[in-house]
């Protein structure tokens, strides 16, 4: 199993960058399907965006051309590279874990807030 942790949340004004890195110490992370998934106050928690154990790639609607998600297999991490911030991306981003057909493992999450 892996146990993912977040880190890079902060402060931010609109338009601005943060990346997010997500550190899962176990073994046979390169086997895992990484995500990032948000959840703002009062909402439902949402998908950001995934990539695969090969390397595929998903993003919601509403983050494509401005977030990227990415893996590094050799340091057991996943990042999520944010541009263009808006203020509607404001919330606690979460990692999440997960092998094909396999139990989910979640991370405490990280606060972003977009704000002048």
């Known amino acids: 199993q892996v146990q993912p942790v977040e880190s890079g949340g902060g402060l931010v004004q609109p338009g601005g960058s943060l990346r997010l890195a997500c550190a899962a110490s176990g073994t046979a992370f390169s086997a895992y399907h990484m995500g990032w998934y948000r959840q703002a106050p009062g909402k439902q928690r949402e998908m950001v965006a995934v990539?695969?154990?090969?390397?595929?790639?998903t993003y919601a609607d509403s983050v494509k051309g401005r977030f990227t998600i990415s893996r590094d297999n050799a340091k057991n991490t996943v990042y999520l590279q944010m541009n263009s911030l808006k203020a509607e991306d404001t919330a606690v981003y979460y990692c999440?874990?997960?092998?094909?057909?396999?139990?989910?493992?979640w991370g405490q999450g990280t606060q972003v807030t977009v704000s002048s």
């Open positions: 999440k874990a997960r092998r094909y057909l396999g139990p989910e493992y």
């Open positions: 990539i695969t154990s090969g390397g595929s790639t």
